[in-house]
């Protein structure tokens, strides 16, 4: 089963770009990769997801490295409302069952 | 659309004590899914329905049993509650399709377990 890793926080001025890294090298040819956030103790809020091309949307980018070993997720400009944890998540083949792991605790300071 | 909605918001049970959590949506989603979220942690699944009539273990199962009670619905029941089950309860549905589906979450029930 593939098992990503992320940084556990990192802080990003509001207005610059953040960009938040994730390893997942035992990722398996066809798995996903995707990304989701948990604002405060809401519930996780999809952001976008990939698996081999660079992917863009209204929230984010998400850069997939060419030997998919790694990804970036890219929040252009960073709000307050952004201050979340971001999570890096393999989605495994079947039934689409989410592995969450510890995520990235994003802090964006004014 | 309400999307997925989660009764109740918040519990208090004692040792022993039993309880249903109830979770439905209105996206016509064949997939449904409970997590847990355990303070600090990320979520883990507890149960999964990839369609109806069908449910199938998750990575902490013991403790719960799940009903789809149709399309909409998905029930988690606590037969006999322990402290250990004190944690944040998600909902989520999606989609059914290898490999590219979003899950939508609900807001999530708050259990304390005395």
């Known amino acids: 089963d593939a098992k990503t890793t992320q940084p556990p926080s990192m802080d990003c001025a509001e207005g610059r770009a953040a960009n938040l890294p994730c390893n997942h090298s035992?990722?398996?040819?066809?798995?996903?990769v995707y990304w989701y956030r948990q604002i405060h103790s809401q519930g996780p809020q999809y952001i976008i997801h990939?698996?081999?091309n660079n992917e863009t949307n209204e929230m984010a980018s998400l850069i997939i490295t060419e030997d998919r070993k790694s990804s970036t997720l890219i929040l252009p400009h960073a709000t307050l409302r952004d201050t979340a944890v971001y999570y890096c998540?393999?989605?495994?083949?079947?039934?689409?069952?989410?592995?969450f792991g510890g995520g990235t605790r994003v802090l964006v300071k004014p | 659309n309400a999307g997925v909605t989660q009764t109740p918001k918040f519990q208090v049970l004692k040792t022993g004590q039993s309880m249903t959590l109830q979770c439905a949506q209105d996206?016509?989603?064949?997939?449904m899914y409970w997590y847990r979220q355990d303070p600090g942690m990320g979520l883990r699944l507890i149960y999964y329905?990839?369609?109806?009539?069908?449910?199938d273990k998750g990575e902490v199962p013991n403790g719960y049993n799940v009903s789809r009670l149709n399309k909409r619905e998905f029930s988690l029941r606590l037969e006999s509650a322990a402290p250990s089950q004190t944690s944040v309860y998600f909902c989520?549905?999606?989609?059914?399709?290898?490999?590219?589906?979003?899950?939508?979450f609900g807001p999530g029930t708050r259990l304390t377990v005395l």
């Open positions: 989520a549905s999606s989609e059914t399709g290898q490999g590219s589906a979003e899950q939508f």
């Open positions: 035992t990722i398996s040819g066809n798995e996903y």
């Open positions: 990939g698996l081999k």
């Open positions: 998540i393999d989605l495994k083949a079947a039934g689409n069952k989410l592995t």
């Open positions: 996206m016509n989603h064949n997939s």
């Open positions: 329905s990839a369609s109806e009539g069908t449910t």
